[in-house]
């Protein structure tokens, strides 16, 4: 039997389009594919530039004045992209562009290359302008530009000094991070006698700076600028002292001053921290929980503990929070004091209930179910569930100190699921059938079993409408058939 011929079987094989076209392209003369691929390259406004870059790089280089328009053409503005798709394409036309003008940019000075790269990344904060980059593509052209920003600063010719202002001057008008972190990004590519005069010159520009007298970022982004560099470098050496001399200088708000007051205090300088909690009091805005939090800071750390526990005890009645309510016994064992705390404020708690509105209810009630729940006041606790109404969160916890007393555990739970499902949506009926099952879950009796099979069947009576919550109660807890 003869075998059949493999090499036909290839033969007869199709090529791949591209090798059908290289086929093809060999056919042609030289003259006809040079007129052909330039009817191409003219029909399309990026491979026009592409190979225009191509062309001056193969032709003997470009000078600085061709590099800088080829930037201008390699980063369009006015284009008004705002899709996803199209932004995507913008800036994947501007790397590759980038990438080809590299070895164009990397042939010349470097103090040229500097200008040059400068230059292309402002374009490139304008495009911001008529391209909404909310995706970010923006950066790996950006990336690509700061590295060779960076080959090119490690070349530069300048002094130590030259250098170290010009990076000072970067980050002081670097609004939208552009050069990276100054200094720490540039310490492999300048010297360790550039980066000591660069702390040097920041210190003496901040110690000419005036005290901050206005909002004008204009002015601002100097102080914040040379603020980062000294006081990153206080924090690394935990130089609280330095960290005050620096925030005194732009201080402006209410925030500043109390920051300042937290500073003294751990300095013991109290006469300043008094003052500065004074200067925080009367800022727009102050906030009175802050002010007080750090009065109180102030009072313990000079030893007035019976002046801080008074002065709780006023916080707590000003605003009557659980929180408010722990620092208040925290600071009562700390006075020694003989007073029970707890009951005054429960006692104080319950005469202010009925003369709420129902908000005030809910913020008093919470407050005071968050104390029962603390102290494990069980009975308290359940009386007070089924007077005021509560988030599920308190009715979880109460349900599950309670575990042991079944009949009342299951009431929370079912007071619980009812509420999920009054929600009308598939996540909270899950959340309510999970309720029921933790439920079912606290005893194996038979008469616990007859209590949630009479409560389901209430719950299916109840909620018969909502049918997606049946059918999940219906799978979780299937019906009794009735045996005739």
């Known amino acids: 039997m003869n075998k059949p011929e493999v090499t036909d ?77 199209e932004v995507r394409a913008y800036f994947a036309n501007v790397e590759h562009s980038l990438e080809l003008l590299a070895e164009s940019i990397d042939h010349l ?90 702390y040097g010159k920041v210190q003496s520009r901040w110690d000419q700076l005036p005290p901050l007298e206005t909002e004008e970022w204009s002015v601002i982004r100097e102080y914040k600028a040379l603020q980062r560099v000294l006081e990153g470098e206080a ?44 200067k925080a009091a009367n800022q727009k805005y102050a906030d009175d929980a802050d002010i007080h939090r750090v009065k109180q800071k102030l009072l313990l750390k000079t030893g007035k503990v019976s002046d801080a526990l008074e002065a709780q005890w006023q916080q707590f009645q000003a605003i009557p929070s659980f929180a408010n309510y722990q620092s208040l016994i925290t600071i009562a064992g700390q006075a020694q004091s003989k007073k029970d705390w707890k009951a005054t404020s429960v006692d104080w708690l319950k005469q202010q209930l009925p003369n709420k509105t129902v ?39 109460l349900a599950t100190i309670l ?37 079912a879950a606290l005893s194996r009796s038979s008469e616990h079993q007859s209590n949630i099979a009479k409560a389901l069947d209430r719950m299916r009576e109840t909620f018969r409408l909502k049918r997606n919550f049946i059918q999940w109660l219906n799978e979780a807890f299937p019906l009794q058939k009735t045996v005739q």
């Open 9 to 85: 079987a290839l033969a007869d094989k199709p090529a791949s389009p591209i090798a059908r076209i290289e086929t093809f392209l060999r056919q042609q003369n030289k003259e006809q594919l040079i007129s052909d691929l330039l009817n191409l390259i003219d029909s399309n406004r990026q491979l026009r530039h592409e190979w225009l870059i191509r062309a001056e790089n193969g032709l003997g280089g470009m000078d600085k004045a061709t590099v800088r328009k080829q930037i201008t053409a390699a980063i369009p503005h006015n284009q008004f992209c705002y899709s996803y798709s």
């Open 109 to 198: 000075p470097p103090a040229d290359q500097i200008e040059l790269l400068e230059y292309a990344l402002e374009r490139i904060v304008n495009t911001q302008e008529s391209v909404d980059d909310s995706g970010g593509f923006r950066y790996e052209s950006i990336n690509l530009i700061h590295q060779l920003y960076l080959d090119a600063f490690e070349a530069l010719d300048w002094s130590d000094g030259a250098k170290a202002d010009h990076l000072i001057e970067l980050m002081i008008n670097d609004d939208y991070n552009l050069y990276g972190e100054i200094p720490e990004g540039y310490i492999k590519v300048v010297s360790p006698h550039c980066i000591e005069l660069f």
């Open 235 to 278: 924090r690394a050496h935990n130089d609280t002292a330095t960290l005050v001399w620096l925030n005194q200088k732009i201080a402006r708000h209410f925030r500043d001053f109390l920051q300042l007051a937290e500073w003294s205090i751990e300095l013991e300088q109290f006469d300043e921290a008094k003052s500065f909690i004074e």
């Open 359 to 397: 908000f005030g209810k809910q913020h008093l009630s919470g407050t005071l179910m968050s104390i029962y729940l603390a102290d494990s006041d069980t009975d308290e606790a359940w009386q007070l569930s089924r007077n005021y109404e509560f988030d599920v969160s308190y009715l979880k916890k």
């Open 403 to 439: 575990a042991q007393d079944v009949q009342k555990a299951s009431t929370l739970y079912v007071q619980m699921a009812e509420h999920y499902v009054h929600q009308t949506n598939n996540d909270s009926y899950r959340q309510a059938i999970t309720l029921l099952q933790e439920m």
